[in-house]
């Protein structure tokens, strides 16, 4: 005989970070919770975010922040939590952070310091956290929810899926949320990666000889526009720039660049060039952009953007294309999903 369903007032699926601090929610509100993971241990990808620092909140953490169908959604959630709430947890453990950059908040020492955190406050709700929960499967009946998986039978009346997105399918990622959706009849956005790098080809294949150059940029894409590094790499463009852009690029789309973006103005970088007697050549136009550019962009576009004559209208034409450079992606670098 197979052991009898245990009953729960709430299951949650999936022990990220979301399924983590929702379960630990629910049952210091008193609620009996089961959180099920399939993997052997929780919270893999909070071990390797921010580069194993955990950016766990950000200053200026607001709902246009958010890419959403529904932007009223970002509105009441911020509404009723607010970084400074989670900045209070994280106080109350002990655990030591930065301001990195920009508002983006980080543990001076180890996201673990963040695991252990949302574990322990699972811990003082009670949450019953069950690891190697395989092939879940998940039916309704009579206000039921009947949650079958290698770990046993969890009935409940309440059902949140926290599994996640698609990235990093070797940290846990699956299809089951979507599945799920699916079963129950609800519509499902097309996912798409985001926060990706771009990659480059065709006529702008050379850029990938500058890789390893970073340079603050601003960068447009989709009618919004991030002040941040963009790093060149192998196969095209990357850094924080690129990735917050990759969010609202698509197919098809140009990326603008301002690459002198301390300097606006039709001649505030050139200027040394258009003064009387100046040298006007490449020689002078790499030196100029060497000011404010790492030496290898700057010789690089120097290059392609060199004006045809010298003359003033040709120079200002020049500073123009800088303040406004057009790049054409011709992907995502899409992460694997799983199969
Ligand atoms: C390299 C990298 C760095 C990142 N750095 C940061 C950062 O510093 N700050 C930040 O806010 N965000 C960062 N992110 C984004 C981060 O992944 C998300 O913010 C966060 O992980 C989302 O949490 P989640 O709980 O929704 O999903 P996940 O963390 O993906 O958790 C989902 C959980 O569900 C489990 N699961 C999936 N399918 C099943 C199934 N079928 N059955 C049972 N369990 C299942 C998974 O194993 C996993 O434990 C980073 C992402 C990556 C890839």
Known sequence: MPPEPRQFDVIVLGAGAAGLICAATAGQRGRSVALLEHNGQPGRKILISGGGRCNFTNLHCAPENFISENRHFAKSALALYEPRHFIELVERYGIAWHEKTLGQLFCDRSARAILDMLLAECERGGVEVVLNARAIQVEAASGQFRVRSSAGELRAGALVVATGGLSIPKLGASELAYELARQFGLRVVEPRPALVPLLLGGDEAGWTDLAGVAADVVISAGGVRFREKMLVTHRGVSGP??????????????LLLDLAPGLPGAAGLLEPLMRTGARRDLGALKQA????LPHRLAGFLAEAAAPGGWSNAALEACERRLHGW???????RASKRPR
Do not use: I, N
């Open 326 to 332: 057009k790049l054409h992606p011709v992907a995502r």
């Open 241 to 254: 720039a690129v990735l917050q852009a990759s969010s609202y690029w698509r197919a098809g789309d140009e």
């Open 289 to 292: 952009l060497r000011q404010v």
